[in-house]
């Protein structure tokens, strides 16, 4: 009896080590991964600077809105819709396209996009079905 409970015991401190050590990587906030983003699309030096800038601005540009909606939401208890919210969404990606593209190359732009398609048909976070 004493050797199972002996057993038991350094089996749940030995579990307990192996997931102790190995900690959930932290998540993520602001924009793409860019140094991913420079492995996957072959960025010289140069064209990562100038992407990660592109990213900051629109990260920047998401912020201020965020800001604007939620002051306009206190002022006045109205707040944008969904098609609204998509519509602006779509532009600021159509945007940030355009300000890529003289960046990269053609190849690097197809793999771009390709990589952006891909990410659009993942489900949302919220496990809800998108309706278009």
Do not use: C
């Not at 990213?55 to 002022?75: G, N, V």
């Not at 890529?100 to 048909?121: G, H, Y």
Request: no cysteine; net charge positive.
């Amino acid at each position: 009896m004493k050797t199972r409970i002996t057993i038991a015991a350094i089996a749940l401190l030995a579990a307990g080590s192996v997931l102790a050590e190995s900690p959930a990587p932290p998540h993520r906030r602001g924009g793409p991964d860019i140094e991913r983003m420079a492995v996957l699309l072959d960025l010289d030096a140069g064209q990562k600077a100038a992407v990660k800038q592109v990213f900051d601005e629109r990260r920047q540009q998401h912020q201020a809105e965020w800001e604007k909606t939620k002051e306009s939401q206190t002022e006045n208890q109205t707040r944008p819709t969904r098609e609204e919210m998509r519509a602006k969404r779509e532009q600021m990606q159509k945007e940030t396209v355009e300000k890529l593209r003289p960046i990269l190359t053609d190849t690097q732009m197809t793999k771009f996009e390709a990589l952006v398609a891909s990410r659009s048909d993942m489900p949302p976070r919220d496990g809800k079905k998108q309706s278009q």
